[in-house]
């Protein structure tokens, strides 16, 4: 088991571009959570799909971020014209649905110059 | 807006010595509290997770929950380098969601 699997580790941006990063959950899990975590913030979540379908974006800026799960075995979260208050660490995590344990990527660290 | 107070937000313990460490809620609607841990570099592990009222104990750490204040403590004995960490609390509710507090950095001196 490889755990929660995010790619890439670190992406560095020009402000106004695109940065797709990508969530690999765990192999039977059927919940997929989106975190972002910075130094004044801490972790405050994103997003919520359970067996694919999107059911909670509640935390997720409105105008520039989405998410998606096209399929069981991957996740997007993709930030339009990154801005430098972007910069930050994205956590995915999976879990079993129903199951309060939720097990953590390590991460991808998106720095916007 | 639900919140998750800890403190302190640093500690310094020495090894084997006892770390202490505390979180409290603004939400009674709280189904489980959480302690998650987070080495650098990493994503956070789960510890371990308690609901009722008491001492919980899983090895060298032990949750203690008091829902009449909605205050959870961690404490952890014998502590070791390895233990050297950032640590939250969390609260899950909705039935899905987990709410972190704002984390205590633990630094165990060899």
């Known amino acids: 088991n490889a755990g929660v699997i995010q790619t890439p580790r670190h992406k560095v941006t020009g402000k106004g571009q695109e940065a797709t990063l990508w969530c690999e959950p765990i192999s039977g899990h059927s919940a997929v959570f989106w975190y972002r975590q910075t130094i004044v913030q801490g972790l405050e979540f994103l997003t919520y799909f359970r067996n694919q379908a999107p059911i909670d974006d509640s935390g997720m800026p409105k105008e520039r971020f989405s998410a998606q799960m096209p399929n069981q075995s991957h996740s997007t979260l993709k930030i339009q014209s990154t801005q430098p208050q972007d910069s930050a660490v994205y956590l995915c995590?999976?879990?079993?649905?129903?199951?309060?344990?939720?097990?953590f990527g390590a991460g991808t660290r998106l720095s916007v110059l | 807006q639900q919140k998750v107070q800890q403190s302190p937000e640093s500690l310094s313990v020495p090894e084997g010595g006892m770390a202490s460490l505390n979180c409290t809620s603004s939400?009674?609607?709280?189904?489980y509290f959480w302690w998650y841990r987070q080495h650098s570099g990493e994503g956070p592990k789960a510890l371990m997770s308690i609901f009722s009222d008491g001492d919980k104990k899983e090895g060298r750490f032990t949750a203690h929950l008091n829902k009449a204040s909605l205050h959870v403590s961690l404490h952890i004995r014998d502590s070791q380098p390895s233990d050297s960490a950032l640590y939250f609390c969390a609260v899950y509710n909705m039935g899905y969601k987990l709410t972190f507090g704002t984390g205590t950095s633990l630094l165990v001196d060899p």
């Open positions: 939400d009674r609607n709280f189904q």
């Open positions: 995590a999976s879990s079993w649905t129903g199951e309060n344990t939720l097990y």
